[in-house]
C-alpha cells in the first residue's frame, strides 16, 4: 500500500503505530509534546525498538506545546 499510494500515509493511534514502527515502514514522526503528566495509558512509542532520527522541523509555542517533525534515518 504504501509503495503504491502516489500520497502521504498517515498512522494515528498507539497500537497500530507500534506496527508500523517495528516493520520499518514509517518514513517521517510528527510529535506534539504537551506538558501535562497523566500517569498510565498506552505508551506513545513501542519498546524494543530503537530508530534513528533526524530532526526537520521544530515549533514552540507560547503554551509550552511543542511541535517535532523527524524524518527516519536511512
Known sequence: ???QSPLD???A????AAHAIRTGL???YHL????TLLGGGI????????VKLDLLD???FAN??????YRTQA
Open 32 to 35: 506534539l509534546v504537551v506538558p
Open 58 to 60: 521544530e515549533r514552540r
Open 43 to 50: 505508551r506513545v512509542l513501542p519498546s524494543n525498538v530503537r
Open 64 to 69: 509550552g506545546w511543542v511541535y517535532l517533525r
Open 26 to 28: 514509517v518514513d517521517e
Open 9 to 11: 500515509i498517515s498512522v
Open 1 to 3: 500500500m504504501k509503495t
Open 13 to 16: 493511534g498507539p497500537t497500530l
